[in-house]
């Protein structure tokens, strides 16, 4: 399958900067940057995160134009509108794809990205630019760490609390004991 450019839409350009380096930018039909999104891409600059987060930002920002959301008054509830389009399970509903052709919904894997991508980017334009308080406040929360989270940490004894992302989809928990065979069940049978 291949590859189409895409001229009537925002799409994701790689661009050169001034200084020789490369990066990835968001682009309007008219070829200007989007500033919201060239500001948050912009500290990912050299990392290999940053095509992916262009990526993924620039198919939440045209499910953001398409429903008519800006920053200032996007709500929690509609990240989670746009996250149950993509894919992941809420307890509401979504509406519609606006996705064309319609594509596959993302894994538990993408969802993560996805969910990561959505808040450093509104916490880094409602913190940087002063604005929808309401959103910063439900995306910036934390939660008590776990066993896990301390030993893997540097002081994680010292750990009262770790970032949260109310996007993300529930982890999977995982079995402290073995399954164990139901009464009277013999796995090693000689005959």
Same mark, same amino acid.
């Given at each position: 399958?291949?590859? @189409?450019?895409?001229?009537?839409?925002? =799409?994701?350009?790689?661009?050169? %900067? @001034?200084?020789?380096?490369?990066?990835?930018?968001?682009?309007?039909?008219?070829?200007?940057?989007?500033? &919201?999104?060239?500001?948050?891409? %912009?500290?990912? &600059? /050299?990392?290999?995160?940053?095509? @992916?987060?262009?990526?993924?930002?620039?198919?939440?920002? %045209?499910?953001?134009?398409? &429903?008519?959301?800006?920053? &200032?008054?996007?709500?929690?509830?509609?990240?989670? =509108?746009?996250?149950?389009?993509?894919?992941?399970?809420? *307890?509401?509903?979504?509406?519609?794809?606006?996705?064309?052709?319609?594509?596959? *919904?993302?894994?538990?894997?993408?969802?993560?990205?996805?969910? @990561?991508?959505?808040?450093?980017?509104?916490?880094?334009?409602?913190?940087?630019?002063?604005?929808?308080?309401?959103? %910063?406040?439900?995306?910036?929360?934390?939660?008590?760490?776990?066993?896990?989270? =301390?030993?893997?940490?540097?002081?994680?004894?010292?750990?009262?609390?770790?970032?949260?992302?109310?996007?993300?989809?529930?982890?999977?928990?995982?079995?402290?004991?073995?399954?164990?065979?139901?009464? /009277?069940?013999?796995?090693?049978?000689?005959?």
């Amino acid at each position: 399958m291949r590859s @189409t450019l895409v001229l009537q839409d925002m =799409r994701v350009q790689k661009i050169r %900067r @001034t200084d020789g380096s490369w990066s990835f930018g968001i682009v309007w039909p008219d070829c200007s940057l989007d500033e &919201e999104a060239e500001s948050y891409l %912009r500290l990912y &600059e /050299g990392s290999g995160s940053q095509e @992916t987060y262009a990526y993924y930002l620039v198919d939440h920002l %045209r499910w953001r134009i398409r &429903e008519g959301l800006t920053t &200032e008054t996007i709500k929690i509830m509609d990240l989670h =509108r746009y996250q149950g389009a993509v894919g992941a399970q809420v *307890p509401m509903p979504y509406g519609t794809p606006w996705r064309v052709p319609p594509k596959r *919904p993302y894994g538990k894997s993408a969802l993560s990205i996805s969910a @990561t991508v959505l808040k450093g980017f509104y916490l880094h334009q409602c913190v940087k630019r002063g604005i929808n308080d309401e959103l %910063r406040e439900a995306l910036d929360v934390d939660r008590l760490p776990t066993r896990a989270d =301390r030993s893997r940490s540097f002081l994680g004894h010292t750990k009262t609390s770790m970032p949260k992302n109310p996007l993300a989809p529930p982890q999977g928990t995982r079995r402290r004991h073995p399954k164990m065979l139901p009464d /009277g069940g013999d796995c090693c049978k000689v005959g």
